[in-house]
């Protein structure tokens, strides 16, 4: 038991430097982002190339990159876009969405920045020759506030979202949440 404990310690105290050398590469002096991502530019949305409305138009349309398309990464930067495109949105709701998520990226990518010269920080304090365990718990503190700050504006553009929908759409997304939900906690039934 003992033995399996001090494998998992170690496998944690080796892991996190790693995982912060790979986090830290965007970091930047200024905390902005010196360059945009290709699907983040103007023109490029959530949901999808195509102008128009409905559930063809709607992102995932323009599959690629794996299971969640090329948007994989952005799925929790952009509140459920993968279940509205189940709703027959109007433009002017189109519209509306497409501002919030793109608020929403904008505001997550600059504390995504934050997030990465903080764990740029954090790795220097796991490669010093003593690590300081109050040092590094202070670090992994400021890091879990902006991550909770980003888990907070996307819940806050989540309910702005539902704020434009119909009742009827609102009902309809609350359905397919609640049918993710089970998917997601019984995967194979």
């Given at each position: 038991?003992?033995?399996?404990?001090?494998?998992?310690?170690?496998?944690?105290?080796?892991?996190?430097?790693?995982?912060?050398?790979d986090s830290s590469?965007?970091?930047?002096?200024?905390?902005?982002?010196?360059?945009?991502?290709?699907?983040?530019?103007?023109?490029?949305?959530?949901?999808?190339?195509?102008?128009?409305?409905?559930?063809?138009?709607?992102?995932?349309?323009?599959?690629?990159?794996?299971?969640?398309?090329?948007?994989?990464?952005?799925?929790?930067?952009?509140?459920?876009?993968?279940?509205?495109?189940?709703?027959?949105?109007?433009?002017?709701?189109?519209?509306k969405i497409s501002?919030?998520?793109?608020?929403?990226?904008?505001?997550?990518?600059?504390?995504?920045?934050?997030?990465?010269?903080?764990?740029?920080?954090?790795?220097?304090?796991?490669?010093?020759?003593?690590?300081?365990?109050?040092?590094?718990?202070?670090?992994?503190?400021?890091?879990?506030?902006?991550?909770?700050?980003?888990?907070?504006?996307?819940?806050?553009?989540?309910?702005?979202?539902?704020?434009?929908?119909?009742?009827?759409?609102?009902?309809?997304?609350?359905?397919?949440?609640?049918?993710?939900?089970?998917?997601?906690?019984?995967?194979?039934?």
């Amino acid at each position: 038991m003992k033995n399996i404990i001090a494998v998992a310690l170690l496998s944690v105290v080796f892991a996190a430097p790693s995982f912060a050398d790979d986090s830290s590469v965007q970091a930047t002096a200024n905390k902005t982002p010196a360059a945009t991502p290709p699907h983040h530019k103007p023109g490029h949305n959530m949901m999808a190339e195509k102008k128009g409305c409905g559930a063809d138009h709607a992102m995932g349309a323009h599959k690629g990159y794996g299971m969640m398309g090329e948007q994989g990464a952005d799925m929790m930067m952009e509140p459920n876009m993968h279940i509205l495109n189940a709703l027959t949105l109007s433009k002017e709701q189109y519209s509306k969405i497409s501002q919030l998520s793109d608020q929403l990226k904008h505001d997550n990518w600059a504390k995504q920045g934050l997030i990465n010269d903080e764990t740029a920080k954090l790795r220097d304090l796991y490669e010093a020759d003593k690590r300081d365990p109050a040092a590094i718990g202070k670090e992994y503190q400021v890091i879990f506030d902006l991550k909770r700050q980003m888990i907070e504006t996307y819940l806050d553009a989540q309910n702005h979202i539902e704020e434009v929908l119909t009742p009827e759409q609102r009902a309809t997304l609350k359905g397919l949440r609640s049918k993710m939900r089970h998917m997601y906690m019984h995967p194979m039934q």
